[in-house]
């Protein structure tokens, strides 16, 4: 049966789980069938058809208010045209006889009711359709077809007749035209069958949907072709906007499609995500992938941010972003996890540092729902661009305030006279404190005292040094503002939790 000439098929069962199996049992579209309506009793059925105008019905025989046998006498007297199929359990054959007399087509017992014998009857049922006739004969070879297809691209092996193959593929070359469905509500299938012998001078296909979300086209056509397969591709999606359409390599055996499938049309939909302004997309449209980039250094950046040095941690994490967004390969829900990783972590460490969070704790889940849903890197990327500027606005709001202003001025004085031999008493002259309220109002103020901050700083520093390899341990020590090396290598290990010389070594293994 062609896409446009569907078997429209009402089922009539009081057992919503009868009714869910009979929708399952087979690919109705693919077959050639569609499912309009469905209904728990024949007088339902009844007030459904004018609206349905179904040309199948699959009804149950026994059923309250009114039963299959009844719905059939009144549907062949009303609606002689509509072919009815009947389900019996063993025990009812004399309703399912008196039905036949009423002149239903077929009739399937319950414990025997499978996909096979479902299908059996729909096929006998549109047969004896007029306007589905002259396709009865193709229906058995597109089944045969259907099944091979279904087979290899869930990774069997297929034995299949090698001329039936033939005589429907008769053409030198294959490929896969993949069309993502999530966004779309249109009947797509056929708009792309129709569209084929408009673009392509000779071709074969079967349409395949193995994930409810990708619709699929087999594409058979000889080599000289090819062209005219990314010409109706190209041409469908400037038509179609909002469409996406990737297409496979080509192939030269039915026997590839398993591999094809797996290995390169559903890695390009993946891809998809990375190319928003594309909705044509195939492997030669590809560009070359960045060198690897390092794994994000969650670390690092939790101890810039508790040091307080915001813009340089969100330059880097924003540097990461602008990396992974080019990485095409990252799988999806990987790059999305990310970005909620990110979010969660900025919000904790900016309430663990005493920061007013209260807004951005009731927006994150709001940005964790955006991101899953977001249908591409560049809205993913803008939905953390706007997460770091609420961030930046939090930050700013409390540093905002006279105190903290007094207290960023002391730490931005630290950071940059770290290697001096500076004390809390010199610092306290440069601000014009007391040294004693001075100690007071930096502990109450940073959660942690003079000393501390002063040689968290050397020591992060002394870190980096060491990681770069080009100096000595203990021309580091004298470096960082530590005059006595022993006591540089003491306090080193108890904020790193290992010696310099360890931790070096350890940096240079990974």
């Keep these: 049966m062609t896409v446009g000439e569907r078997c429209r098929t009402l089922i009539v069962d009081d057992e919503m789980l009868i009714r869910q199996g009979i929708k399952h049992y087979i690919d109705w579209e693919q077959e050639g069938f569609l499912i309009v309506g469905e209904a728990s009793n024949g007088q339902e ?95 058995d070879a597109r089944l045969y077809l259907g099944q091979i297809i279904h087979k290899l691209v869930s990774g069997y092996e297929a034995i299949y007749d090698m001329d039936s193959v ?15 469905l999530k966004t779309l509500s249109t009947d797509i ?109 969650l670390d690092w950046f939790t101890e810039e941010f508790k040091l307080k040095n915001f813009d340089e941690a969100f330059r880097y994490l924003l540097e990461h972003v602008g990396l992974l967004s080019k990485s095409y390969t990252t799988d999806v829900y990987e ?49 953390l661009n706007k997460f770091i500027e609420e961030a930046k606005t939090c930050i700013f709001s409390t540093q905002s305030q006279p105190d903290n202003l007094n207290m960023k001025k002391i730490m931005e004085y630290i950071r940059t006279h770290y290697a001096e031999p500076i004390t809390l008493k010199d610092v306290a002259k440069q601000f014009h404190f007391n040294p004693s309220y001075l100690s007071n109002y930096f502990s109450t103020h940073n959660n942690e005292g003079f000393i501390e901050y002063l040689n968290k700083i050397r020591i992060e520093e002394a870190a980096k040094l060491l990681i770069q390899g080009t100096v000595s341990i203990s021309e580091i020590s004298g470096l960082v503002g530590y005059s006595d090396h022993s006591y540089f290598c003491k306090v080193f290990k108890k904020i790193k939790g290992v010696s310099p010389s360890q931790y070096k070594r350890k940096q240079t293994l990974r």
């Design 166 to 180: 033939l005589n429907a593929f008769p053409y030198s070359q294959y490929c896969l035209l993949g069309v993502d």
């Design 45 to 139: 059925a009844l007030a459904l058809i004018e609206s349905t105008n179904p040309h199948i019905i699959i009804t149950d025989i026994v059923m309250p208010i009114m039963d299959g046998e009844e719905l059939t006498r009144i549907v062949k007297e009303k609606y002689p045209q509509i072919e009815i199929i009947i389900l019996s359990s063993f025990g009812e054959f004399d309703y399912v006889r008196s039905t036949f007399q009423n002149g239903v087509v077929d009739y399937i017992l319950k414990p025997k009711l499978d996909a096979q014998n479902l299908l059996k009857a729909l096929k006998t049922a549109s047969s004896r359709i007029p306007a589905f006739q002259k396709v009865a004969r193709n229906t």
């Design 189 to 297: 299938q056929s708009k792309l069958e129709e569209a084929i012998p408009h673009y392509i001078d000779q071709a074969a296909h079967y349409s395949f949907q193995f994930d409810q979300n990708i619709h699929v086209l087999l594409l058979n056509v000889n080599k000289e072709n090819m062209d005219q397969v990314i010409g109706l591709a190209s041409s469908f999606a400037e038509a179609n906007p909002g469409i996406s359409l990737v297409l496979s390599e080509e192939f030269i055996e039915l026997s590839q499609i398993g591999t094809i499938y797996k290995e390169n049309l559903l890695k390009l939909i993946n891809y998809r995500f990375y190319f928003p302004h594309k909705q044509f997309l195939t492997k030669r449209d590809l560009p070359e992938l960045p060198i690897k980039q390092e794994s994000f250094n």
């Design 335 to 383: 790059y999305k996890a990310f970005f909620g990783n990110i979010i969660f972590n900025i919000t904790i460490l900016l309430s663990n540092m005493e920061y007013n969070v209260k807004e951005l704790e009731n927006a994150r889940y709001s940005y964790f729902k955006s991101i899953e849903d977001a249908g591409n890197a560049d809205e993913a990327a803008a939905l």
